[in-house]
Structures are given as C-alpha cells and as structure tokens.
C-alpha cells in the first residue's frame, strides 16, 4: 500500500516528457500524488481529467513543496523557476530536471538552488517531435537511455534514489560529466535537429509547392523539422559551442561529397564515401 | 485468362525495384511471363524459387526479345545495356527504365535505341533503404507517385500502354518533362541521401564509437543513409548540376542557422527559422 518512494512529485511543464514521467511515476505506484504546473489553466485542467496528473497549479510556491519537483519545461526558464521555487523548497527535497543540455543546466542549478536541496541533472533519451501531453504514454522510457551528469556536489542519496527511479520505470541509466554529455549528444541530436529545419528551409526558400514531392526518404530525414521552436532555440543556444564544433565537421564533409560529384573519375570515392556511412549506419539497427 | 497486356516482361536488375514489379505485374495479370536478366546466376536462381520471376537469363540478347523491357539496375550501367539490347529488339517493342535521373537517360535512351522500339523514361517515387529482390513487394507501387517525363518523340500508344500499367498496379501516374524532374528530385530526394551520408560520416570521423548514442531521431534522419552506394553514386554523378543548385541553397540555410545561434539577442529569429520548417514539414504529415 505505501511503497511509493515520494509522496508527492511536482511536474513543472506537463508536455510529451513530462507528462509521460507522470503517467509512468503512477504507473509503477513510485509517488502518490502527482501535481502539474503550469502556465495554461486551461490545459492542466484537460492533463488532470486525462487523469495525467492528480492536482494542478499555477503557484511555482505550491509546487515547491513536493519531495520531488521536475523541470520539464523548455531549458530557457530553468533559471527563472529555480530562482522562484528557491525559498519554498523543503530540506532535503529533491529537484531534478530533463533538459537535453546539461553543463549550463547542472552549472546553473547548483548556483541557485539552497544547499540543504538536492540536484540531479537528468536527461532521458526519449521522445519524439509530437509535443504536448496528448501525446504522453506512460512507457515512453521503458528501455530508453538515461544519462544523469553528477557532479562532486550531487548528494549520493539523491542520486542513488533517481537512478533507481529511472530504473523502475525501465530505463537504463548511465552517468558520464556534463562537459561529456553536452558534446555527445551535440553531436547525436542536436546536429540532426539543425540539419533537418535547415533541410525543410532550403525547399521552402526554393519553392515549398514542392514539399508535395516528398517521398518516404524526405519524410523520414525530416521528421525531427517539426519540434517544438521554444525547445529547440533553448537548445542550439545553451549548447552553442558543442554544435558549432560539430557543424563544423559536418560542413566538412558536405565540402568533401561537393569536391567528389562535381568532379570526373570520382566514382570509386563517392562509393567509399557511402559506404563508410552505410556501414557506421547499419550497427544501429 | 488473356487480359494480359503483354505477353512477356524482361526485368533487367532483379533488385528490390525490378523485383516488385515483377510481383506486382504478376498479381495484376498484366503478364503472362517474367524473365529476369541479371550477372549473377546464383541470385536469379533465388528469385525464381522465390516465385518472383518465371525464368530467368544471363544473356541480354534473350532478354532483349520481350515486348517490354524494364531497365531497373543502377543507371550507370543502361548505357552500355542499351547499346548491347539494340540489336535484337523487336520492332513495337517498349523499353522503359526506372531510374531516379531522367534527363540523361532519355537524351541515352533516344540517341541508342533503334528508331522502331519506342522508350518511356518512368520514376516510381518508391523504393527504400532496402535492396534486393529479397524485400520485393508486389504493393511498393500502391499509392505510389510514377512520374514519366515523355519527350516530342514518345510513341503515344506506347505513352497510354505504360501509364495504364502503373495505374493498374496503383500508383498514380504524373507526367513532366526530364528537366523539371531532375530538379525537383534533387532537391527531394538527392540532396537528403546526400545530408543523410554526410550526417553519418560526421560521426565516424568524429568517433563512430559514439555512434550507440543514436536516439530515434539520428536514427530516422540517416535511415536513408544505408541505400545502395552504386545506384547513388550514378544518381549523384548524373544529376551533378541540379544537386550541386540545391546544395548551395541548403548550404546557405546552415550558414543563416549558423549565425543565429553564433550571436546574442537572436531567440526570435531562431524561433523564426524553426517555425518556418516545422509548419512546412507538417504539410505532408
């Protein structure tokens, strides 16, 4: 009957992440009550009668009180909700958050959250560019990788208890620095992301009646256009100079392939080229 | 039990492509017999046990004596196999080809083929990352998008023949010139397998160790990327213009995105940027 690891879990921004954890938290009986925050009255009310979540509020000092809060919302308001929840925060509660960047985050939180409270900078490695808590399931994590970047100051109670939480909702877990996630995941996300707006553009700037000639590759290559802008800003901003690195090794090869077709008797590279990418592709399937 | 509207079908290149058509003409009863050309004997053996084809030739002289003959090998190769079928084919014979480029095979086609065999250049706009007769599907073609790029000297008859074929397997049938479809295709479906295979080998020259990182979105944004390496190298090299017009274009986008993320006070004009490409995108959801 009372199992649950946390009484009660403040979701701040209940969207596609946040409010699949809801679901799922409910789902193993890991927390008992479960509050959204946020701006949209409208739309919590909606997220509650889905069941989504048990209460709501618009009061970041009501949702401060919960053992456990989770920024869920875009990384740019990360700042301005640590600061406002600061004061009302309990001894010892947990906040966590789910950001796709970490060292401005993880940075940022152990600045301005209270000592006696304790941080952990999550990101699951899941979701989708359907936004919204329409769209929320509750295995949204089950056999989704999670990274948690600790830091010296991160309290190994805390620490221990999120990762088995990730767990229990099926998850695998694992840790590496801030610094470290940041470049990877610049790299394996945030790159695509950029690529694929800046894919779309280029038809729209040619001449959008022609995105009806989409086929399946198109489709596909551009599935990730259509993210959230508020998310996606947060996150080319907040993890500015990983991307520009990356980039830069992308221009660099689209440099190497524009050398290769515009010139004759580069068959034989141009089917290396490929080939490389073919086979790095197939070991992810 | 004689509907059929040709007695016999070569396919030459019995690959995912080649191989659909088989199964789909078949299924239709638009003909009585398949016969597949191919190098490889072993394979064509595969694929008539397989029930895919009902005899099959390493010659292109028996290949060339059906009353349609389909090109669907990688394009580089349809010159020198046009050069070698012309001989022996049948005066009111069709040749039509299913390649991704249709300038350069039409001004090939109607420059080597003999005067009384009359070519149809069509682009099923369906295909996959897939290869081989062993993922060939008698529906590829269903709901599927045929382009055929007829030029002054199409025979008409043999025009109306081919466009009921593949409206009688499903697809839906658009006429345009070769020039028009070589643009539009660069910029559809050339140009992302080009992102695609530079995305992937950004991560191999960066460490392809990182590749395990993949999130669903890499994954979808390179899925393309395991196409055959010998049908895009011909793509690549024989639409090299219109690709390198549109690179440039795409080029741009990144440099616009570039510098938005490289400078401060530019939120809005992210927002801007990826707004624009979600809501295109979203048009052919």
């Known amino acids: 009957m009372s199992e649950e690891e946390f009484k009660s879990v403040s979701i701040i921004g209940v969207g596609l992440i946040g409010g699949s954890l809801a679901l799922a938290l409910k789902e193993k009986k890991i927390v008992s009550r479960i509050i959204g925050y946020g701006r949209d009255e409208g739309r919590l009310k909606e997220a509650l009668k889905l069941g989504i979540i048990d209460d709501f509020t618009i009061s970041l000092k009501d949702a401060a009180l919960s053992e456990l809060i989770v920024l869920a919302t875009p990384l740019g308001i990360f700042e301005k ?88 909702l099926g998850s695998s877990v694992e840790y590496m620095s801030a610094e470290e996630h940041d470049k990877i995941y610049a790299l394996m996300s945030h790159l695509p992301h950029l690529i694929s707006f800046c894919l779309v553009n280029t038809v729209e700037e040619i001449d959008k009646n022609l995105i009806k000639y989409a086929g399946s590759g198109f489709k596909d290559t551009t599935r990730i256009a259509k993210s959230s802008p508020d998310v996606w800003k947060d996150i080319f901003l907040m993890n500015r100079d990983n991307i520009l690195k990356m980039l830069f090794v992308f221009i660099d090869k689209i440099e190497e392939i524009k050398q290769l077709i515009s010139q004759d008797y580069s068959e034989n590279k141009i089917i290396e080229f490929i080939m490389k990418a073919k086979k790095l592709r197939e070991e992810i399937d």
Chains 1, 2 share one sequence.
Not at 151 to 167: G, H, P, V
């Open 81 to 168: 909700i640590a600061k406002e929840i600061s004061p009302f925060l309990k001894v010892d509660s947990i906040v966590i958050d789910v950001g796709s960047v970490k060292k401005y985050v993880v940075d940022t939180m152990e600045n301005i959250l209270p000592k006696q409270v304790h941080f952990v900078a999550t990101h699951p490695i899941a979701g989708s560019d359907k936004t919204g808590y329409e769209h929320a399931r509750s295995d949204l994590f089950k056999g989704a990788r999670i990274i948690i970047t600790p830091t010296e100051k991160t309290n190994k109670t805390a620490l221990d208890k999120i990762t088995k939480m990730w767990q229990k």
